[in-house]
DNA sequence: GGATCGTGTCTAGCGTTGCTAGTATCTAGC
DNA sequence: GCTAGATACTAGCAACGCTAGACACGATCC
């Protein structure tokens, strides 16, 4: 069953390939530039191809979130476990969270803003975005006090959220994001 | 000069006609239902018609957002001065602000999550965002204490904003949108 | 009153999109 | 070496946003 394997291991490849172009594809023209043709002419075969792999155009926006989930977990949890002490943990993940969604924009919107398919405070929840929010729950847990950690989690990642997107689509002014993550911080360290 | 001014009126009418024509539809099937060649039908025009209203569909749906920042200018205006203390008016208008994301959710879409091209933070930022967002302010400013009120203000707005539309995603416990208005409001309060 | 000129609307079509049916080709197993 | 099945391709469908060119109507001038 050897060749049956290198047959799947190059499918594995190809399948990677594809998630790969659309990925940059995504990054440097925008998602909008992003169509299943130059996905198939990126990756040199022909538009079946890819629907062998993907069910449709939603479904390879999938995987790329999927890879991002992946990566802002890894990042989030680097930012917590290097800082000296949970307030310093907390802003670390914070930033990150920042960080992760002004860097890779597009990344971030495959994750948050087109799938709209994908339930997470859900049973059937995929593990990799389920970790990253676990993250920040870890973050926050030391300072929550009397307040409940799940609901404050979802409060801060909601801020969080709202502060990616908002201040990329310049309705927040761009001076001054140093100055909303101090105070949002804050807030939740009280 | 009245037949001009008759003209003036029918085609006024009519741009309206397309700008509600088209927000019904996607409120009752979403942005991705909303085609120019079924609004052309709904409206009982041909297609070149509408092109001499709006530029291109971003200009439709621009028109149903900018509807959408009076609406929403009002409802919180009357949520705040409804409101005995400082600390019921600021949890009045939070409550107004998710309630406006939930009820009509295609609107806030066109407002906040399509419509990329409208910078907000500028000088050229039209007058009813802006007073939108001067409401929430004035919400916040009695009870500010020691922090910048702008600052506070985006923070505010970009949870609020982050709560709106993860919740309507299925990423937020569904159950608990309560306990998270509550808590945010706490923390704003202080 | 009849010709003229604009304004306004329509039909028809361009290029592109996501997606798929049907055909050809290539490979694995007897 | 031949057959069966997997695999990738060409070609095309319906629908999209948008626009060029033709047509009809109404106001204006001789």
Redesign the pocket.
Known sequence: MS?RER?DRDRARRQQLIVTAARELAETEGWEG?????LAELVE?????L??HFK???DIVGAVAMEGFGELAAELHSARTAAASPAAALRGVAAAYLLFAQSRPAVYDAMFVMSIELPFAAADTPAAPRTAFAELLAALAPLAGDRDVETLGEVAWSALHGLATLARSNRLRASHQQARLDLLVEQLTR
Not at 45 to 49: D, G
């Open positions: 060749i047959r992003v169509t299943v043709r130059r075969y022909s538009q079946p191809v629907y062998s449709g155009k939603a």
